[in-house]
Structure formats: C-alpha cells, structure tokens
C-alpha cells in the first residue's frame, strides 16, 4: 500500500518513522511519503491559504495549491506520462465536520491500494476540492477522529496511517491478535488482561486465567468482554451481531 501525506508540518509525521509503521516501511510494506503542501506553491511567500468568501474569522486553504498537490501525488496529473486513473486513489481529509473514523473504516481502507492525506489546517480546505476530486471518479472521504476540535489533520492523519497500516498483512506479528483486541471482528471490547507477578500486592490474578483450562478462559474472557462492553459502551451492544459472535466463538 502506498500513502501520501500532504500537510505544512511534514516534521509532525515523524513519528511515522518509529515502532510499527516504520518496520512496516521498511519491510516494504507500506510506502509512506510526506510532503510539504508549500512545494506546490507559486509565490515568493509560499502562501497556502486566504480569507473565506462570505466573511468569518480566521483563514481558508486555497483549492489551486491543494489541487496541484494532489494531481501530483495521486498520480492523476499525469507526471510526464498519461494521467493517472483517479479510480485507483481515496483521497482522506480528517476534518471535525466529517464521518466518524472507526474500526471499520480502518478495515476499508487498509484494503486500498493509494490512499492520498490531505491534512487541512486553519479553518479547513476550500470546499470544491472534495467536489473536484468526487467528480474525477476519485474516492473521497471526509473523516474526524472524534467530536472535539484539533488545529490541523495532521494528528488525525497520526491516528489514521497508525490504525490502518498496523491492519496491513505482515505488520502485526499474530494477526489473531486483531480478531480478538477492542472493535475487533467480535464487535466488542477487549477482556482485562494480566501477566507476571500473579499477587501484586493483595491484587491476584482470577484463577480461571492460572487454570489452563482453555475452554474455561475462553468462556471468562467473552464473559468479561461482554460484561465491559455493557458497561462502558452500551451502544456497541445494542449493535452486536449475536450470531457472528457465536460463529466466532464457534470457530475459536
Ligand atoms: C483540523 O482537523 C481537525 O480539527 C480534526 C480532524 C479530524 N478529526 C477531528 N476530530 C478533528
């Protein structure tokens, strides 16, 4: 999978560099590329953004260097060769006023081939470069990690490249691991977990998990799962799928 990142703080998404990602890129895994949104600039200032038509406070960013950018790096422009399918590239804006960014959409997007990061800052990206990029036959999704404000995508754009590229094949060590962690394939939250030493203090370890009795773990930890899930996230609940559930536990 190849990412672009395209923001005006490239150094924000050093820590892309580090910990899984950056094994996942040097495996060869992911290509990740940041770039600096100033590059597509034509003036002496490198200016990115402009007053918003229709008054307000604050500043817009202007859709002619966002569209050169991301001709560029989508591929669309057509660097010295024939344009570039547009088809073949989903382009992501983190913004509060988009979709909720879940694990699904994690899920989707990890099976893309070209993802292109528009991490807007100010007070956002003008409008028409969404509806240009919809209107090419490009894929579009306007994302928030959550209903609170930030003062640009980039730590968006953090959270988004981590959750999708760890989901890569070949990135986490057990892929088992995700079927069973918090939002995974059964929908829940992850069961309380313990290692070494098994007294802390006057805190024990539940003896199910001593037992070695795997059947008997399994049920506790469904148990738990389900029992935090109801606690802390009772809309997570209401949209379980019972029967999946149970094909999972099943299959275990
Ligand atoms: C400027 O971007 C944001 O403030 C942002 C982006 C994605 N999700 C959010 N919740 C905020």
């Not at 490198?46 to 007053?51: K, L, S």
């Not at 059964?186 to 024990?204: F, I, S």
Request: charged fraction near 25%; proline fraction near 5%; glycine fraction near 10%.
């Amino acid at each position: 999978m190849r990412i672009d990142v395209v923001t005006i703080f490239p150094d924000y998404l050093a820590a892309l560099d580090l910990s899984l990602v950056g094994k996942a890129r040097a495996a060869g895994i992911l290509d990740l590329r940041v770039h600096d949104l100033r590059d597509w600039t034509t003036d002496r200032h490198r200016t990115v953004d402009d007053t918003p038509f229709g008054g307000g406070a604050g500043m817009v960013m202007r859709p002619d260097v966002w569209g050169r950018a991301i001709d560029d790096v989508s591929g669309v422009a057509g660097a010295g060769g024939a344009a570039g399918d547009p088809s073949g590239v989903h382009l992501v804006v983190p913004t509060p006023s988009g979709e909720t960014f879940t694990q699904r959409t994690a899920e989707a997007l990890a099976r893309e081939a070209h993802l292109v990061v528009a991490c807007g800052r100010y007070e956002g990206i003008d409008a028409r470069v969404a509806e240009h990029y919809r209107a090419t036959g490009m894929r579009v999704s306007e994302l928030s990690i959550g209903d609170y404000v930030l003062n640009g995508g980039e730590v968006a754009a953090l959270v988004m490249v981590e959750a999708v590229g760890r989901l890569l094949p070949g990135v986490v060590g057990n892929p088992e691991s995700l079927v069973e962690e918090s939002h995974g394939a059964a929908g829940l939250l992850e069961y309380p977990v313990y290692t070494k030493p098994p007294a802390w203090g006057d805190l024990e370890v539940p003896d199910v998990l001593l037992s070695g009795h795997h059947a008997r773990i399994h049920r506790w930890r469904r148990d738990q799962a389900l029992r935090r899930t109801a606690a802390r996230r009772p809309d997570m609940v209401r949209a379980l799928d019972v029967d999946a559930l149970d094909r999972h536990d099943l299959a275990v």
